[in-house]
């Protein structure tokens, strides 16, 4: 079946600094990906819609100089949290469709980020 | 009010027992997802209905779209079905989802 990858799995750092995160579909394109982000005891929510050669879609209440996304290939698309902060600590997720139709969303295993 | 509504929030069974999963939502959709998250955080996509039934395993899931409404219920529980089920509804066919909150299910051998 599909497989959505996402690395890395957990990352820890200062405050202030800048975190990437991927997201990649190993066995499929995706022209579409989404990010969502989970707090600890609550449900995703969805932070942005990566499209691939365009410009991502936010949603509202989501700073997008602060969460860059880029999707430069059909297999890849990437968050950048850009001067992070504690509060930016989460659990973060993507999810692509496979190509020929919007049936089933595979997501990846998420990211840990905790900011000191 | 959120659009997509779970209940029970939290639910406790004994092994072997039937377990129901209720999920109510107040806008038209297109389809419904049924997601699972276990500890650790990753998410398994279980379902995705836009009507009727479906069924996978000890899995079921119904859909009724006039009701805005479905169930997801596991048969035979496992203490490994533990974990936290997700109703997430795509309102068109761009693939955006709304999640509802979640049911931590528990299920004790």
């Known amino acids: 079946g599909a497989v959505v990858s996402q690395h890395p799995s957990w990352v820890i750092c200062k405050s202030g600094t800048s975190v990437k995160i991927e997201c990649r579909s190993l066995?499929?394109?995706?022209?579409?990906m989404f990010w969502y982000r989970q707090f600890p005891k609550q449900s995703l929510m969805l932070m942005a819609t990566?499209?691939?050669?365009?410009?991502?879609?936010?949603e509202q209440g989501v700073e997008k100089d602060k969460f860059l996304i880029n999707h430069a290939s059909l297999t890849l698309s990437t968050l950048t949290v850009t001067s992070a902060h504690p509060e930016d600590s989460s659990f973060y997720i993507c999810s692509a469709f496979p190509p020929g139709g919007k049936e089933t969303q595979y997501f990846g295993p998420g990211t840990r980020l905790l900011v000191l | 009010k959120n659009e997509v509504e779970q209940s029970p929030q939290n639910l406790t069974a004994q092994e072997g027992e039937f377990i129901t999963i209720n999920c109510s939502y107040s806008v038209g959709i297109s389809a419904l997802h049924w997601l699972q998250q276990h500890p650790g955080g990753g998410i398994v996509s279980l379902f995705m209905?836009?009507?009727g039934k479906k069924k996978h395993g000890r899995l079921i899931a119904t859909i009724n779209i006039q009701e805005k409404h479905s169930s997801l219920h596991i048969t035979a529980s496992h203490p490994r079905d533990s974990a936290v089920y997700i109703c997430?509804?795509?309102?068109?066919?761009?693939?955006?989802?709304?999640f509802g909150q979640g049911t931590i299910l528990t299920v004790h051998p």
């Open positions: 209905l836009s009507s």
């Open positions: 066995d499929f394109q995706a022209t579409t």
């Open positions: 990566s499209n691939e050669g365009s410009k991502a879609t936010y």
């Open positions: 997430a509804v795509r309102l068109g066919s761009y693939g955006k989802l709304t």
